[in-house]
């Protein structure tokens, strides 16, 4: 029996699983002097069956430890020792080393694959076969860099304007067309601004103003719708602002009383410069309720009925301004003046002079008066004429720098004119004399006045002799 023991305990000293700690630790168990009167009892045959069940836990208990600490003997037989080395292994054998970077799990659970298949942990790749795409750099990133994205390209962006700001911003560009009447300058000034969906309402508000304005505007805006349809306005935009103009009518009369007739006129126009399509007028027939509207759009029909009515409407404003012929200028001043002969009208002759919109030209005005004076018979066209210089001078239709360079004119031409009127000087003179004392001209003009040198030829009775 001694020889069996000792071969049991030599073999578990080989085999090197269970040390001598184990049964030290089971020594020191705090279950050890129970153990030993349980198995006094148990020799004796005096158990009772409370004693011999907390027996049979206790035996459970201690396998369950002997098993564990197996187990862990096992997991520390395989890792590092503190040298370095494996334990129980040759360190120079390359089966033995343990890969730091390896992914798969060393605590012995697991089927042994690596985390995620691969794409798992900081500082990995990814998934073996994982193709990925270039991504855009997020502005809102922390980490962004500007400058370390190539060329970088800067847009201006404009807001989109607002309807309520439409207006307040249209209206000061429309105005300064007015006078200066270049369309390209609008354009430009337009494509600055994001009008957007709002852009048709710059033709309505155009066409709004002109209405309140003179002949020549409303002949600036027809030239300006026509140019601006072809390059920021198309047709569908441009009926779109005449239809709206059309439901503010009643609105519009308040101001401006001859409005429909003005609105029919510029349709017409818009349809013989092609701003507006041909079947424009088609689409209201029958359909308009509103009076002023019908008035509109009659006034248009019929205008476009006329013979050579495309010809026609390019004048259907009145050429006004500077943008007539001298020539035709002095006709239509000729014509005021004769008028004014017949009917001594002063207030009709300066609304005639105030519709022509030439206050540069007015000293052809003030030509052709004096020229009508010396050509006339009587003193009956001198003093209306010096009434109607003298009623302009006050109204203030007449500059002094126009009625200045006017009588500088007629003197200079004086000796043409003394050509077919052989009294000129005299009555010029008498004329001068007359607007000074009107205070119609200045002393100095006054004194501008050429008078003709009397020759003095050799009397039949003086003997030859030169007369001093």
């Known amino acids: 029996m001694a020889t069996e023991v000792e071969t049991w305990s030599n073999a578990q000293q080989a085999d090197g699983m269970i040390s001598l700690d184990n049964n030290q630790t089971e020594a020191n168990s705090p279950y050890g002097d129970d153990e030993d009167e349980l198995n006094e009892a148990e020799v004796n045959g005096n158990w009772t069956p409370q004693e011999k069940a907390l027996h049979e836990a206790r035996l459970k208990a201690k396998a369950k430890r002997r098993l564990r600490k197996s187990s862990s003997r096992n997991s520390a037989s395989e890792s590092f020792s503190e040298s370095g080395d494996l334990a129980g292994s040759d360190p120079n054998s390359p089966k033995c080393k343990v890969n730091t970077n390896d992914r798969k799990s060393r605590t012995g659970k697991g089927r042994g694959l690596p985390k995620k298949g691969g794409a798992g942990g900081k500082g990995v790749w990814g998934a073996a076969g994982m ?70 309402e710059f033709s309505s508000v155009a066409v709004s103003l002109s209405l309140e304005g003179k002949a020549s505007h409303r002949e600036l805006t027809s030239r300006l719708l026509s140019d601006l349809s072809v390059k920021l306005l198309s047709q569908s935009d441009m009926a779109r602002a005449f239809d709206k103009m059309l439901k503010e009518l009643p609105d519009l009369i308040l101001d401006t009383p001859e409005a429909p007739q003005m609105l ?13 399509p041909m079947s424009f007028l088609d689409c209201y027939k029958g359909k308009v309720d509103c009076e002023h509207a019908r008035v509109a759009l009659d006034r248009a029909a019929v205008l476009l009925s006329m013979k050579r009515a495309m010809v026609r409407l390019d004048n259907v404003w009145g050429v006004g301004g500077g943008l007539r012929p001298v020539k035709h200028l002095v006709k239509e001043m000729n014509l005021l003046l004769k008028e004014y002969l017949i009917s001594g009208d002063v207030s009709e002759a300066g609304r005639c002079l105030q519709e022509l919109e030439v206050p540069h030209f007015h000293h052809e005005l003030v030509y052709e008066a004096i020229v009508m004076v010396l050509e006339s018979k009587g003193d009956t066209a001198s003093h209306m004429m010096i009434k109607l210089l003298q009623a302009f001078w006050k109204m203030g239709l007449i500059t002094v720098d126009q009625m200045n360079r006017g009588f500088q004119r007629v003197y200079d031409d004086l000796p043409e004119i003394n050509l077919d009127v052989p009294h000129a000087h005299s009555i010029m003179e008498t004329f001068v004399d007359l607007c000074y004392q009107e205070a119609v001209i200045t002393k100095q003009l006054r004194d501008a006045c050429p008078s003709r040198g009397r020759k003095r030829f050799v009397s039949e009775g003086d003997g030859g002799v030169i007369k001093n």
């Open 264 to 276: 029919g006129q510029f349709i017409a126009r818009a349809i013989a410069d092609h701003v507006l």
């Open 131 to 200: 193709v990925y795409e270039d991504e855009e750099p997020d502005v809102q990133d922390p980490n962004y860099d500007e400058s370390a994205q190539g060329d970088t390209v800067y847009a201006t962006v404009v807001p989109e304007v607002d309807e309520k700001e439409l207006g307040k911003m249209v209206n000061p560009i429309v105005k300064e067309y007015f006078e200066h009447g270049d369309t390209k300058e609008v354009q430009m000034l337009l494509k600055e601004l994001n009008l957007g969906p709002h852009k048709f």
